[in-house]
């Protein structure tokens, strides 16, 4: 069951009066959403990815977060530099293996990343699959696999590496290895919008920023997303709508909303 | 006379049932719409650039699009890489010249890239003119001459590489050196969107993936955004409003709503 | 006192008269957007580079823009190489100074920029106190200081650079070290939404393309973004239905709007 301080609500509250800094490394099709998602919740984005300054950044953010959407190899350098930054400073990073498994490049910068201890894992249940080091991986970057196929793969990586996985789809599972928690909600559009589970990873960033159970931090951010895409669907005309309809949902996101929107369940 | 089997309407039913993945390397300011637009009409759009995994990526892609509007020397690379790998693998690719006269690093790539033999070009006028070997080109970005004027230039180039052509514009035109086709529509806002050009390039590659008639594919994608810029155009107050009233109207494209706003002609 | 010239009114008109091409080299979170509100204020934008090609380019733009927002050493020597063709063409750059005092390797390039002589700076007042060699900075790309305390900081820069400096926020500051001018308007939803700054950035260009008073031509840009952003603020139910509102009254824009939603004043 959950406690009070494992609300939701409760933690947006706590997010947004931390406003935390987030530096993100992140693919060239997400920058601009994600920025703008994590603006609406209430973060204060930053992109920064060279290798001369993504570690010097990375100790004054109050989180990070890596994304191998679209890789090159002078950006890996970033991302190590980055989460060796933020490691040393004891900040949390976390990291979407975006289509982890479509080649073999992508396979060994995830591996290698997953060695530099993220504190929090989100990928679609394809993704989480091949990073536990289950299943083929889907086509290109969406999920061939449903959420469910994917719990197992969750609980074993999120032991194994010590970190709490995220695995992200029509209902939502999280798990830290022990404890687990699903949420539900969100709106059959939200797979036709680009990047959304990258700006998702960056809200996971925002909340676990000083976050004393990234669990929780991360069942929050989920809920968020679930609410305000209920929200927006019930505006939302078609994919363009829905863009803006959810911003605009996000921004708007309080603890009524978060609990009409989003049902999160503790396991 | 087109025959049914030429008809947009049932072009976009096959590419919709296809669901095909495109991979995109494409420059930096179309990424995210060209996603988004894609996602819209119905394809899954991967862009995976580094050419450590471009080439082993377009062999399970459907179709891979390349456009040089953001160049760099390590892109050009993964350029190269893909368009090698998806003609291994037997898959169409689409070239998009942006602004192929405004400096002579880009016509020097853009002669590298024709030399790959694409599937299908499509370019402004004045692209399409400068890599035919006539005319100058346009200011920048932007087509300095009508389609009209291009109209010759684009049945030598389309017999040459042996590719279809099309040069988009007021009215579009598009021929594989013998065939062509007409499609009028769209709307005055649309050259008013960044990198509309662009996500058109990646219509095209969803619709030659797979397609028996290229340039019947083609006439398709053409006629997609020339039905979809007609009807956004009537909800829109300007190019923020377009934006999202063009990305609904992708997605709610069906035969009728292709019919109504976009007139095809073979000839 | 202002005259005639110097109206935003009459600015706007120049400026969209010549609807100049503006070369942007701006950081990836920024391009889409920065090109959808330069289209939509009336100017061409390019986004171009490459080492290779940026010089040859910046003597066909009528401006030039550098942001230093997402960093890489390929780009600092395509921002150089662009600020060389410019002032070799007598061509304006304007210099937004992103983040600037967030890391050692940003102040060092900034310090090179600056050397290359631009004709404006824009940036917000931690930006423009670190440049001026006051102050250490904001937290990460927001200002942690009013704009304000940066005044003097504006003018002792514009004249040891021999520049346009603006300082942009709640209220906007512009300086050419003699004159000085205030910008009021905008709305509160302005901070919530990515990549603003760096897009007024690009309006400055387009503004000072050609401009015979580059103080006048920068009140214009920033009196635009003021008038639309009033607008846009009516309609906006939040940052998502704000963009669009926004992008909307850019492209509507008239000396009257301009005149109704921001306040210049001269001192």
């Known amino acids: 069951m959950p406690n009070m301080t494992r609300s939701p609500g409760a933690e947006l509250t706590r997010m947004r009066e931390a406003a935390p800094l987030v530096q993100n490394i992140t693919n060239y099709v997400a920058m601009n959403w994600m920025a ?12 920064i990815h060279a290798p ?5 950044f990375a100790r004054i953010a109050g989180a990070l977060t890596v994304n ?5 190899r002078s950006w890996v350098e970033g991302m190590r530099a980055a989460a060796d930054g933020a490691n040393a400073a004891g900040r949390p990073w976390v990291f979407d293996p975006v289509a982890v498994g479509a ?16 504190a ?5 249940a394809s993704e989480i699959m091949v990073l536990a080091g289950q299943g083929a991986g889907g086509r290109g970057v969406d999920s061939g696999d449903p959420v469910a196929a994917a719990e197992s793969a969750a609980r074993a990586l999120a032991l194994r590496a010590g970190c709490v996985v995220a695995v992200t789809g029509a209902e939502d599972y999280a798990t830290d290895g022990e404890r687990a928690l699903r949420v539900a909600g969100g ?40 609410a305000a895409g209920t929200r927006a669907g019930r505006a939302a005309e078609g994919p363009g709508s829905f863009q803006v309809a959810f911003l605009d949902a996000l921004a708007a996101l309080d603890e009524a909303v978060l609990d009409e929107g989003a049902r999160v369940t503790w396991e």
């Open 68 to 72: 191998i959407g679209t890789l090159s």
């Open 36 to 47: 703008n998602v994590q603006l609406a919740v209430g973060a204060a984005p930053a992109m």
């Open 103 to 118: 080649t073999s490049y992508r396979r060994a910068v995830a591996r290698h990343l997953m060695e530099l201890r993220p």
């Open 187 to 226: 709106h059959a559009l939200m797979p036709r919008i680009t990047a959304m589970g990258c700006a998702l990873t960056g809200v996971v960033g925002a909340f676990v920023a000083g976050a004393e159970d990234r669990l929780a931090a991360t069942g929050a951010a989920l809920a968020c997303f679930a």
């Open 120 to 124: 929090a894992v989100r990928g679609n």
């Open 52 to 56: 001369e300054e993504a570690g010097e």
